[in-house]
T-cell receptor, first 113, second 115 residues
Framework: NAGVTQTPKFQVLKTGQSMTLQCAQDMNHEYMSWYRQDPGMGLRLIHYSVGAGITDQGEVPNGYNVSRSTTEDFPLRLLSAAPSQTSVYFC????????????FGQGTRLTVV | SQKIEQNSEALNIQEGKTATLTCNYTNYSPAYLQWYRQDPGRGPVFLLLIRENEKEKRKERLKVTFDTTLKQSLFHITASQPADSATYLCALDMYSGGGADGLTFGKGTHLIIQP
């Protein structure tokens, strides 16, 4: 049982480049979300989805785009990378949002130079 | 806006003692509160969930309390061990009824259990 799988684990981008962070879950969870974690800031919600075809913004959505075409996948797109987006990104899934436990991926460490 | 505070950035406890971590929140009344453990270089791992109508919940050496009047949750690890050393995160849902608007996390408490 794989749980939540994120790829890649590490990535270095140049300012202005775009890329997609992949997230897949095999637990048939409706709810999926993306967080970024920065030193001294904790985990902050970027975008979330309550089911296929439905997405919404979290606390820090600017510079990121998401889509949810299937229940399993929830990719996060960086449109034009900036040094301020250097962070560790975590994808999570759960059955029903805050009422049930969230399962996190192992994270993607992104550096923008 | 919702604010979550965890008692300290770091907490040093002697092995065998009880570690108590605090989570305080303001400006909201969550229906659910969760605790997670995070080890360096890894994603958070779920530990316990407590509902607003529950005062206390236990799992092995872990105990969580939830005081909605004080707007506070306490997380206890009894008979602490060096393997319990990690960062512990408090999280709560943003809307009553367990709405699916995402968990808000505290910054975490780095717990160090000294042999």
């Amino acid at each position: 049982n794989a749980g939540v799988t994120q790829t890649p684990k590490f990535q270095v981008l140049k300012t202005g480049q775009s890329m997609t962070l992949q997230c897949a879950q095999d637990m048939n969870h409706e709810y999926m979300s993306w967080y970024r974690q920065d030193p001294g800031m904790g985990l902050r919600l970027i975008h979330y989805s309550v089911g296929a075809g439905i997405t919404d913004q979290g606390e820090v959505p600017n510079g990121y785009n998401v889509s949810r075409s299937t229940t399993e996948d929830f990719p996060l797109r960086l449109l034009s990378a900036a040094p301020s987006q250097t962070s560790v990104y975590f994808c999570a899934s759960s059955q029903t949002g805050g009422a049930t436990e969230a399962f996190f991926g192992q994270g993607t460490r992104l550096t923008v130079v | 806006s919702q604010k979550i505070e965890q008692n300290s950035e770091a907490l040093n406890i002697q092995e065998g003692k009880t570690a108590t971590l605090t989570c305080n929140y303001t400006n909201y009344s969550p229906a659910y509160l969760q605790w997670y453990r995070q080890d360096p270089g890894r994603g958070p791992v779920f530990l316990l969930l407590i509902r607003e109508n529950e005062k206390e919940k236990r799992k092995e050496r872990l105990k969580v309390t939830f005081d909605t009047t004080l707007k506070q949750s306490l997380f206890h690890i009894t008979a602490s061990q060096p393997a319990d050393s990690a960062t512990y995160l408090c999280a709560l849902d943003m809307y009553s009824g367990g709405g699916a608007d995402g968990l808000t996390f505290g910054k975490g408490t780095h717990l160090i259990i000294q042999p």
